[in-house]
């Protein structure tokens, strides 16, 4: 068994309820380590979720987030999804999630996610919103801004063919001035 160094668990034992160590390599969080003292709360509001009753999410389609986002963040992304969305933090969020937004990460942390919402659908998102405060930068975002035009996920030779073909053609139509193409799930 590894131990934990000192200092590390010194950082853990100093957290309060609700509060989260991210843990990041090359600048890139890889890991979160939350409190489970006294009440789980959202971090991004302590007094949010304390007190308050399991609601009922059953006339909406929940998706929670992974990434520490703000109370107006979270409320800004549900309003522009509509009313049939609530966004909610992971530590407020019912197990029984149907969607769950995660920066990218590890396998490993994904599978972990994966565990504690087996029913959601993990969707990688990296995100970029100065108004909101929300900085999620990812290694496709790190291609793209250095000048790649696209990023094609491809499960299948004939897909790829597919994708590539309207890459370029659009490129064609357009004269260069190619529109981002979005991440396909596979």
Avoid: C, N
């Avoid at 890139?28 to 006294?38: E, L, Q």
């Avoid at 971090?43 to 520490?68: C, F, L, N, R």
């Amino acid at each position: 068994m590894t131990r934990l160094p000192e200092d590390v668990v010194d950082l853990i034992d100093a957290l309060r309820p609700g509060e989260e160590l991210i843990i990041t390599r090359d600048g890139d969080p890889v890991a979160a380590i939350s409190s489970t003292r006294g009440a789980v709360v959202d971090p991004g509001s302590p007094d949010e979720a304390a007190g308050q009753p399991q609601a009922d999410y059953d006339d909406v389609t929940v998706v929670a987030t992974a990434m520490k986002l703000s109370a107006e963040a979270r409320a800004s992304l549900s309003a522009e999804l509509g009313a049939d969305y609530i966004v909610l933090d992971l530590h407020s969020a019912p197990k029984t999630a149907e969607v769950l937004l995660v920066p990218p990460s590890s396998p490993q942390l994904i599978g972990s996610l994966q565990m504690l919402f087996p029913k959601a659908r993990v969707i990688i998102t990296e995100i970029e919103d100065d108004v909101l405060g929300v900085s999620y930068r990812g290694p496709v975002r790190r291609m793209l801004e250095a000048g790649a035009e696209t990023y094609l996920s491809s499960t299948t030779i004939p897909r790829l063919a597919k994708q590539l073909d309207h890459a370029i053609t659009q490129h064609q139509i357009t004269g260069g001035a190619t529109p981002r193409m979005e991440i396909e799930s596979s």
